[in-house]
C-alpha cells in the first residue's frame, strides 16, 4: 500500500454506518484513518460519538506515525420553524442531526475553509504522506 | 455497570445535590487551544476571588490538566451567582510535537513530552464535560468559528440542554469579527471580549448571572 502514489478516499453510505454500533464506527474510522485513508461518510457522527472519535485519536496519538485526524462536518440547522420540534428541543434538548463529514489522517487532510453550506479541504501529497 | 447507567446516575446525584443546594452550579470554560481560556479564567478569578488559577502562554496546550476554583461568587447589581469555575485544557483532533519545535523553538524532548500531556488533556476537558452544568465556550474572533471542535463541544451541550455562552475573545485584535461568530451562532448568548485586556468583561459577568443563575437548567 505504502508504495501506491496517491491518497485514497473512501465514501461511506449511510446505509452501511447504520449497520455499525457506536464502538464499532468509531473502531472502524481510527483503523481506516490511521492507515491514511479519508473517509467521507454520507450522516456524520452525533456529538457523543465526536467526542468519542477525539478521545479515541488522542489516546492513538503516536508521534512520528499518527499525529490525529481532521474532521469537519456540517452541524444541523435546527432553526426550521417547526412547532412541535421547538417543543420537543425544550423538552429533551436539541437532538442534533448528524450530517455529512469528511475524515482523515491530519497529516494529509487540511481543512481550507468552513462555512455552514461549504467545506473545502485539500489533501496534502509529498511530504505530508506517509 | 454501562456507561449510560453510570451516567445516568451521576446526572441523578448532581440533580439531587442541585435541588439540595448542596452544591454550585460547575462552570467549564471550554474551546480549542490557545484561545485565551486561562486568561480569562485569572481574569474572572482576579476580579472575584483575587487568585489566578493557572499560566498563560503563546504556545498551545499550556493548560494540561484540568483546574478549578469552588465557590466563585460573581455579583451582578443586586442579584448574584455561586459557581466553581473549571479550566480546562484545550480540545483538539490533532496534536504535532513538530509543530513545538517549528513554531516555538521547544527542544524535542521538551516537545514530545508536552504532546503527549496535551493529547491526555484533550481526553480530561471531554471527561469533564459530564459533571459540567454549564459552559462558558471561548473562541478567537481573529478565526473561523465554524470549526469541528467547536461544532463538538456545542452539538455535546446542546444535545443535554446545558447553558452555553460563548465569549468571542480577543476582540482587541484588529482582524477580529465578532459579527461572525453572532451569526454563525444565533442560537446561544455571544459576548464579545478582550479576556487581555478586560474589555465588556462586566458583560460578560452580567450573561453569567442571568444566563447561569436560573434555578433549573436552561430550557430554550
Ligand atoms: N490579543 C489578545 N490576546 C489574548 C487574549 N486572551 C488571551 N490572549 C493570548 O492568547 C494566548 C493564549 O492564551 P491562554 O489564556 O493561554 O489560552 P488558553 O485557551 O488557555 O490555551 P490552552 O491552555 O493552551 O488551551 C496568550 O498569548 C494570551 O496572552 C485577548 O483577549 N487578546
Ligand atoms: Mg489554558
Redesign the pocket.
Known amino acids: 500500500m505504502k508504495k501506491e502514489k496517491g491518497v485514497s478516499v473512501t465514501l461511506i453510505s449511510r446505509k452501511k454506518l447504520e449497520s455499525f454500533s457506536t464502538d464499532e464506527k468509531i473502531d472502524y474510522i481510527i483503523k481506516e484513518v490511521s492507515k491514511g485513508k479519508i473517509l467521507v461518510l454520507e450522516n456524520g457522527l452525533t456529538p457523543v460519538e465526536q467526542s468519542a472519535l477525539i478521545q479515541q485519536t488522542m489516546a492513538k496519538i503516536d508521534h512520528d506515525t499518527f499525529i490525529g485526524i481532521e474532521m469537519e462536518g456540517y452541524a444541523d440547522v435546527e432553526n426550521d420553524g417547526n412547532m412541535l420540534r421547538k417543543i420537543l428541543n425544550k423538552i429533551f434538548g436539541v437532538i442534533k442531526k448528524p450530517r455529512m463529514t469528511v475524515i482523515g489522517p491530519a497529516n494529509l487532510l487540511k481543512t481550507v475553509y468552513k462555512d455552514n453550506n461549504v467545506i473545502q479541504t485539500m489533501i496534502i501529497t509529498g511530504k505530508g504522506a506517509k | 455497570m454501562g456507561v449510560l447507567e453510570r451516567f445516568r446516575i451521576t446526572r441523578f446525584a448532581l440533580w439531587i445535590h442541585r435541588v439540595f443546594g448542596k452544591r454550585h452550579a460547575r462552570i467549564g470554560i471550554y ?12 481574569r474572572m478569578l482576579m476580579d472575584w476571588a483575587g487568585e489566578t488559577i ?11 490538566r484540568a483546574k478549578w476554583k469552588s465557590n466563585v461568587k460573581i455579583e451582578n447589581g443586586s442579584s448574584s451567582l455561586v459557581i466553581d469555575i473549571v ?1 480546562t ?2 480540545i483538539a483532533t490533532k496534536v504535532d510535537y513538530k509543530e513545538f519545535i517549528e513554531q516555538y523553538g521547544l527542544d524535542p524532548d521538551e516537545a514530545k513530552r508536552r504532546a503527549k500531556e496535551a493529547t491526555e488533556g484533550v481526553i480530561e476537558a471531554i471527561r469533564w464535560l459530564e459533571s459540567i452544568d454549564g459552559v462558558v465556550l ?1 473562541m ?1 474572533s481573529t478565526e473561523n468559528p465554524f470549526t469541528q471542535v467547536n461544532v463538538t463541544i456545542l452539538g455535546n451541550l446542546e444535545a443535554r440542554n446545558l447553558p452555553v455562552i460563548i465569549a468571542a ?5 484588529e482582524k477580529s469579527s465578532p459579527a461572525t461568530l453572532k451569526s454563525a451562532f444565533p442560537q446561544h448568548p455571544v459576548v464579545p ?5 478586560g ?1 465588556n468583561l462586566d458583560n460578560l459577568y452580567t450573561t453569567m448571572v442571568k444566563h447561569f443563575g436560573k434555578r433549573r437548567r436552561k430550557r430554550k
Open positions: 474551546g480549542p487551544p490557545n484561545v485565551g481560556k486561562t486568561t480569562l479564567a485569572n493557572g499560566t498563560v502562554s503563546e504556545i498551545p496546550h499550556e493548560t494540561r479550566d485544557p484545550g471561548v478567537d475573545n480577543k476582540i482587541d485584535l471580549i478582550s479576556a487581555l485586556t474589555y
